[in-house]
């Protein structure tokens, strides 16, 4: 028998396993459901129920670990194209349009992230590195119009734009507001631009 051959396919078997249990539960969020229970989560993946704990710690390492990989996916979409470039008005819609594309694919996962940071206190964490890349990107991409203002003014300018084009600004756009993204869009636009051409 050829032990290595047999445990790298128990390790690929495993892996599999373990992609297609996160695959399941990300497309459960999406579809709605956030509060799978593991045995719905197994069923969809079509593996065994007792098989997600040896993947797994417990659900909130599931769940971690698929807000992660909903997060990782996600890297091209929260970027904004050609930073810096084109008028005040091209780099504004730039900056809009990234993020609404970027939030309407990361909403169910970032709707279950937003319940469970309580009990999974490195949501809160991995949300703030991306908060803090984000303010990076503004300066950046917002540079004419923050230069020759002092530090503090700048500061308050990025954390409004952060503000103004957020996740939370999204969730109240589309959800307590019931717009379409596009409403989001339109209000943001029109935001933005009073904001930056003062």
Known sequence: ?????????????RNRNRTAVITALLDMIRAGDLHPGAAEIADRAGVSHRSIFRYFDDLDDLV???IDQSFEDAGPLSTIPNP????LAERIA?????????FEYVDGPMQLARMRAYSIPTIDEEIAKVAESFRTQIREHFAIELSGRSDAE???LVDAVLVLTSYDSFAIHTRL????????????ITALGVLLRT
């Open 84 to 87: 810096g470039s084109g008028t």
């Open 94 to 102: 730039a900056l809009v349009d990234a993020r609404i594309a970027l």
């Open 1 to 13: 028998m050829d032990i290595a051959a047999s445990t790298d396919g128990r390790t690929m078997r």
């Open 154 to 156: 700048q500061d308050a």
């Open 177 to 188: 507001l019931a717009r379409p993204p596009q409403g989001m869009r339109t209000s943001c």
């Open 64 to 66: 971690r670990t698929a």
